[in-house]
Structure formats: structure tokens, C-alpha cells
């Protein structure tokens, strides 16, 4: 939308075209916290799905982190709105002791989670969030300031798996202060996060140097169109890195290994000249892959990949000298993964299971 939009409400035309991809949906989790945002997703939401002759079932799903007092108020206020709109809600609430560091993380991780479990139990085949074009930008610089590779640049997508529900975000192009426009014009409660104030916090930070990025050019809609650049790049590094890994199969250079009991693959081989003549980001992608593929240990972190893949090629370049046979020029684990070089092939198979100290 045009910048002289940023400011005013979003019409019920935008909302159609917003929420056009999911139209042929069964059913949809709308995630609602309470706040501006959110509750302007599921009031611009509801009067989409009245436009339709047939549409998506939409359920409204509330997680309450049980951070602060507040919470249980900001969840009846989600539960009146819901019901002004003849839509069903339902509270879900992470329990259990939660981290005294990484909290932010950890509360997301468990938000995801539980609305994951909500979507299986409705049927619904796609969780919607309100996340906007401000959220994306502070995500990019987020990522940049940690030093993410391409993939993690990217930010956002509009749609994404989660653990076989499709995550969407209709709102990437769109600014919060429409979404507040949209929320004060219907005259709706919502509730206002003091988190979202607390520098304690790396988004509140991010955003409270904004205004001098902004003055630099570095303003929301900007840092947006970078991530889309940087998505569309993302992309088609992920077809060379599909087509790298073919090439390996089919020339039998590279393929995994099949246990003949289990039914099951237990490795991952490639040759090593053949990997080597690679582009150096095709290959860190294929390592990656094949260690998140076999790695129990959950995402390897693409710094150390880097450093994994750096110590192959030194490997692979030293002067031969006298071994034992079977000897591997290298052998390292990163993320419950094996990696080992010998007689010329990268085998990537899953580590052995650590022992627990007592």
C-alpha cells in the first residue's frame, strides 16, 4: 500500500485481497493476543468470511503466556470481541516453569506450539498472525545485527510450514498504524503490551533507534522491500542447491544409504572432488541439510557449518600420507550429526547418543 496510506483504516476491499489465498481453506486459527494488531486480524478477518458465499470456519485462539497480571483481563477482553462476531474462542495457557533467560524465545517457541495444537484439534489447515511490515523490518535487523545468513535476511514469509500446519502472515505489507487506524475507526477495546516499552527487550531497543535509521532512508517499508529481495535470493540458491543435490545422485557421487531392516536412510554420502567444485553457499546448504537431516540434536547453526566445512576442505587438500586403511581424514559431530571424510567421500550419518553423567 502506498505510503499516504499508512494512516488510514484498512477498507473491506484491502481485506479481501489480504485474506484471498485462503479462501478454499476448511478452517482457520486466527492467533489473538489482545493487542491492536491481532485484534485487528480477527475484526478485518470476520467481515471477510461474511463476504463469502462459502468459506473457511475461523477459530479465534488466545495463548496466555501467564507473564503478567493482565493477561487473564486481555483474554476475556479477545473472548468479547469473539463473541460480537459470532466467532468461537479458546484460551490456551503455557504452563510449567519458564527460563530465567531467553524468555522471549522460549514464550514464542511455546506460543507456536500451543496454537499448533489448536489448529490439528479444529481441523484447520493454516494459523493466520497479525505480524506487519514494522515486525518484518525489526526482524531483518534483528538478523542482521546477529549476522544471519541469506536464508535468515529473509525474514518472514507470508506462508510457512509449522509441523504440518501453514503458518501465514497476511499483514507483511501492511503498516501497524493502519491496523490501529483500522482497530480506533471500529471503535474496539484492545489492550496495550508494556513490554513492548521494556529495553530490557531487543525489539523495544531496535525501535527506539528507528527514527534515526528512518532519517537515513532505513524506514519500514525500505527494510521490507530488502527482505523480499533477499527472500527472492534465498530462493533460488535453494533450486541450485536442489539441483546440486540431484546432480550428486544421479552420478552416483552423492546418495543416502538405506537400512535394509529398518527401511529406513542412515547416511548421507557425497564425493568429495565433485562436492568441492561446488559454490561455496550451495555446499554449506547441502551440509546443512544433510546434518539437520541426520542430527538429533536439532538446527546446526550456520557459523559452525561454516567452520565444518572449512576443516573438510583443508582435509581434503592435505598430502596423503601413510594410514591405516579404514583411517578417516576427519571426523567431527555438530548438532547430533556425524561428518566424516574418507577415501575421498563426505559421510554425514547421526552421531551416537551422548551418555548421561550421573
Request: hydrophobic fraction near 45%; glycine fraction near 6%.
Amino acid at each position: 500500500m502506498r505510503s499516504d496510506e499508512d494512516h488510514s483504516p484498512i477498507s473491506a476491499s484491502d481485506a479481501k485481497r489480504l485474506f484471498a489465498d485462503w479462501k478454499g481453506a476448511p478452517a482457520i486459527v486466527l492467533a489473538v493476543s489482545g493487542g491492536p494488531d491481532s485484534m485487528a486480524l480477527m475484526w478485518l478477518a470476520s467481515r471477510w468470511r461474511r463476504t463469502l458465499a462459502r468459506g473457511p470456519q475461523l477459530v479465534a485462539v488466545t495463548v496466555d503466556h501467564g507473564l503478567r497480571p493482565e493477561s487473564a483481563r486481555e483474554t476475556r477482553m479477545v473472548k468479547r470481541l469473539a463473541r460480537s462476531l459470532d466467532l468461537p474462542h479458546r484460551t490456551l495457557r503455557w504452563t510449567g516453569p519458564k527460563p530465567e533467560t531467553g524468555l522471549p524465545a522460549a514464550a514464542r517457541e511455546a506460543r507456536y506450539r500451543l496454537l499448533t495444537q489448536a489448529a490439528r484439534r479444529s481441523n484447520a489447515t493454516h494459523i493466520l498472525t497479525a505480524h506487519t511490515r514494522d515486525d518484518q523490518a525489526e526482524t531483518l535487523l534483528m538478523r542482521l545485527l546477529r549476522g544471519s545468513g541469506i536464508a535468515g535476511l529473509a525474514a518472514m514469509t507470508r506462508e510457512a510450514d509449522r509441523d504440518g500446519v501453514r503458518l501465514a502472515r497476511p499483514f507483511l505489507e501492511v503498516s501497524k498504524s493502519q491496523l490501529l487506524a483500522t482497530i480506533k475507526k471500529a471503535k474496539i477495546e484492545f489492550a496495550a503490551d508494556p513490554t513492548n516499552a521494556d529495553l530490557s527487550f531487543t525489539r523495544p531497543r531496535l525501535r527506539k533507534i528507528m527514527p534515526a535509521l528512518v532519517a537515513e532512508g532505513g524506514d519500514a517499508r525500505n527494510l521490507t522491500r530488502l527482505a523480499w529481495r533477499l527472500a527472492r535470493a534465498n530462493a533460488a540458491l535453494e533450486v541450485l542447491a536442489n539441483g546440486a543435490e540431484r546432480y550428486l545422485a544421479f552420478t552416483d557421487r552423492g546418495f543416502f544409504r538405506l537400512d535394509p531392516e529398518a527401511r529406513t536412510f542412515v547416511a548421507q554420502t557425497f564425493d568429495a572432488q565433485a562436492f568441492a567444485a561446488m559454490p561455496d553457499e550451495v555446499r554449506l546448504r547441502l551440509l546443512l541439510r544433510a546434518i539437520n537431516r541426520f542430527g538429533h540434536e536439532g538446527p546446526a547453526e550456520l557459523g559452525k557449518v561454516e567452520s565444518l566445512l572449512a576443516a573438510l576442505d583443508r582435509a581434503s587438500g592435505e598430502t596423503a600420507r601413510p594410514r591405516r586403511k579404514s583411517a578417516p581424514r576427519l571426523k567431527q559431530t555438530l548438532a547430533g550429526a556425524l561428518v566424516s571424510l574418507v577415501h575421498g567421500r563426505i559421510r554425514v550419518e547421526a552421531a551416537p547418543l551422548r551418555r548421561r553423567s550421573r
